[in-house]
């Protein structure tokens, strides 16, 4: 058997695509194209892959799967390149619950899905169209993943999912279900959670954030604007101001906490003001990594109906937001070099990821999957350069 699955799009897609391939029992010598649709350009650059992998290796079997095939099922399936389009299993809300999925042990993070679906109905999104109605996996069959990761010698978990935040079994909320595996896997080091929408932070959630040591202080959060009137217009369920006010909170009782979002650029209606309030909240929120589009409308949804930018304007606004990102990355950085790390060493034994989950390159290789002592030297503005401490 032999079957290669080239990913796309967010952590998610990892734990699927490694679940396809431990699972496949189809063809021979065949590369499945596990697609994302979060943007056009997105599924721009599954087609490209497709074309390009169909040239290298043009007696191997091209399948696509994943939202993007989910979305855009015809387009894909009318390359001549493509030999078959496999659906995900997309299963109703009412059906037994979502059953986790682990990425391999070739990553020294293991990432386990414990959620799929979005019953929310943002105006740029079709993600809730590919993958149906929120649902979320049992506490003990997370519990039970997370286990088995420690026990491969993993020695970081990422939780992740579609709509993170929205995780509810049987009425137990994401926080409870952190503290389970806090809890009952006792020999986990690390425990990370992927993005989050920042008004769906439950309580105990939060409390967990602010105080676990072993629950890592970094949050990627879903912000996309930092205008109200554009926030409405997406139809988030935030406001700027409560944005803000979550960050502070967490970062008054954990000053260690760094934050990352996602952002668009150049959404329907943005005006240079609403735009300037976006640039504002990179500082007021302490972003120091950033998922930043420039917004591409998807058709079907309401978002592209709306009066558009022009893309060049959202380009240049996407570009101002990246480096605005960067400049405050980088002086963060500035103020880790001599600090002491506790750098998760990666496959390759000479880069990995602190807490905080700055990208940390080693200067001499050093064991992987353990969890090492860096002293920082310095920075290139997007990666630390570190030394055994």
């Not at 496999?86 to 386990?112: C, E, N």
């Amino acid at each position: 058997m032999s079957v290669n699955v080239l990913n796309f799009g967010c952590r998610l897609n990892i734990a699927e695509g490694e679940a396809i391939k431990s699972s496949w029992d189809g063809e021979e010598d065949v590369l499945v194209i596990n697609s994302c649709a979060v943007t056009t350009e997105a599924e721009r650059q599954a087609r490209q892959a497709i074309r390009r992998a169909a040239r290298a290796t043009p007696q191997r079997k091209i399948v696509v799967t994943g939202c993007g095939a989910e979305v855009s099922g015809a387009r894909f399936s009318a390359m001549s390149e493509v030999a078959r389009i496999m659906p995900k299993h997309r299963v109703k809300a009412d059906t037994p619950a979502y059953m986790p999925l682990m990425s391999g042990a070739d990553h020294a993070r293991a990432f386990i899905s414990i959620q799929t679906g979005c019953d929310h109905d943002c105006t740029f999104c079709v993600i809730h169209i590919a993958r149906g109605a929120s649902r979320s996996a049992r506490i003990e069959d997370v519990v039970r993943m997370c286990q088995r990761a420690v026990d491969g010698g993993q020695k970081e978990v990422v939780l992740t999912g579609v709509d993170l935040t929205s995780y509810d079994h049987a009425g137990t909320p994401l926080g409870a279900l952190v503290a389970a595996i806090l809890k009952r896997v006792p020999n986990l080091p690390r425990l990370r959670l992927s993005s989050l929408d920042c008004i769906e932070i439950d309580p105990l959630l939060e409390e967990l954030l602010c105080a676990e040591t072993r629950l890592m202080p970094h949050l990627h959060l879903s912000f996309q604007s930092g205008d109200n009137m554009i926030l409405k217009r997406m139809k988030r369920r935030h406001s700027a101001s409560q944005a803000i006010a979550l960050v502070t909170r967490l970062k008054v009782a954990r000053p260690e906490m760094t934050i990352g979002a996602d952002l668009i650029a150049g959404f329907p209606t943005e005006t240079k003001a609403m735009f300037a309030n976006t640039m504002a909240l990179i500082e007021a929120a302490d972003i120091v990594f950033g998922h930043v589009f420039p917004f591409s409308p998807r058709p079907g949804t309401p978002a592209a109906r709306m009066p558009q930018i022009p893309p060049s304007i959202s380009k240049a606004r996407a570009a101002a937001l990246r480096e605005a990102i960067s400049k405050r990355r980088a002086a963060w950085f500035d103020t880790l070099i001599g600090s002491t790390q506790e750098v998760l060493i990666e496959r390759d034994g000479v880069s990995g990821h602190a807490p905080n989950f700055a990208s940390v390159r080693l200067d001499k290789a050093s064991t992987p999957l353990r969890i090492q002592s860096l002293r920082i030297l310095g920075h290139n503005g997007d990666t630390l350069m570190g030394t055994a401490a």
